[in-house]
């Protein structure tokens, strides 16, 4: 009997917008945010500016971005862990220092965290010798959705993270 294929759901978008919810109710807060500039050459003269937008598209984007009066927290999240997120957080980081609709708040530090829901001891530790935050937060549905995959993606690789 052939397995039903699961049906995409966006998780990542879930769970990070219960993160803000639940840690930072009452501070500024933007999801799926672009970040970057535009190279000028892309930008033809003759664009309008609805056009312009439209390119915005091209940009990368982080899962969210929460500007307090302290700092601004740059947030990936992941139910599974993932070493590419640590890149993409650095990345992104770059990336907002020349994002011109944050340079408002870019005289506050910039807080880099990853929201994860099954842990892995070595990417926790390479990323918080990255200066990532490693923040392990797992609703209740995530452990559902959880034991809905194979056994080996139900808990974090078995690498020994040393010392």
Not at 86 to 99: A, D, G
């Amino acid at each position: 009997m052939k397995k039903e294929p699961r049906k995409w759901e966006p998780r990542e978008t879930r769970l990070v917008s219960e993160y803000i919810v639940k840690f930072y109710p009452k501070d500024r807060h933007f999801t799926r945010v672009r970040l970057g500039a535009l190279h000028p050459e892309l930008l033809p003269e003759k664009l309008s500016d609805e056009e312009r937008r439209m390119l915005v598209v091209w940009k990368r984007w982080a899962d969210a971005i929460v500007v307090t009066r302290t700092k601004v927290i740059l947030i990936e999240a992941a139910i599974l862990p993932d070493p590419g997120d640590i890149s993409k957080l650095l990345l992104y980081e770059y990336l907002l220092r020349h994002t011109p609709e944050f340079e408002q708040y870019l005289d506050r530090p910039i807080e880099k965290q990853l929201v994860i829901c099954v842990e892995d001891p070595l990417l926790t530790k390479i990323a918080r010798g990255s200066d990532i935050k490693v923040i392990a937060f797992a609703p209740e549905w995530v452990s559902d959705y959880v034991r809905s995959l194979a056994g080996r993606k139900q808990r974090g690789p078995m690498t020994y993270p040393g010392g």
